[in-house]
């Protein structure tokens, strides 16, 4: 899927009315989700909007032996306080 298959237009569309304060990006923890993300950021650097995207790292529920090291970078900067 490229960037023309994407909603983005619609979405600088409604950022641009000023009614948002934050944008939440739930794009896939892959590469193509980066690039995705990286171009929606670019997309809305001139907009006065957070941007944010949803946490990742290990899931609720799974086992380390399976986490692979993007998996736990991932899961280390996304630490929070306990």
């Known amino acids: 899927m490229g960037p023309e298959q994407l909603t983005i237009e619609a979405l600088v569309n409604r950022v641009r009315t000023g009614e948002f304060k934050e944008v939440i990006m739930a794009?896939?923890?892959?590469l193509e989700g980066d690039g995705t993300a990286l171009f929606i950021s670019q997309q809305l650097a001139e907009y006065p909007v957070e941007l944010t995207r949803l946490a990742r790292g290990i899931t609720t529920g799974s086992v380390l032996e399976f986490a692979n090291k993007e998996?736990?970078?991932?899961?280390?900067s996304g630490r929070q306080k306990f």
Do not use: F, G, S, Y
């Open 27 to 30: 794009t896939n923890p892959t």
């Open 71 to 76: 998996i736990l970078t991932d899961a280390l």
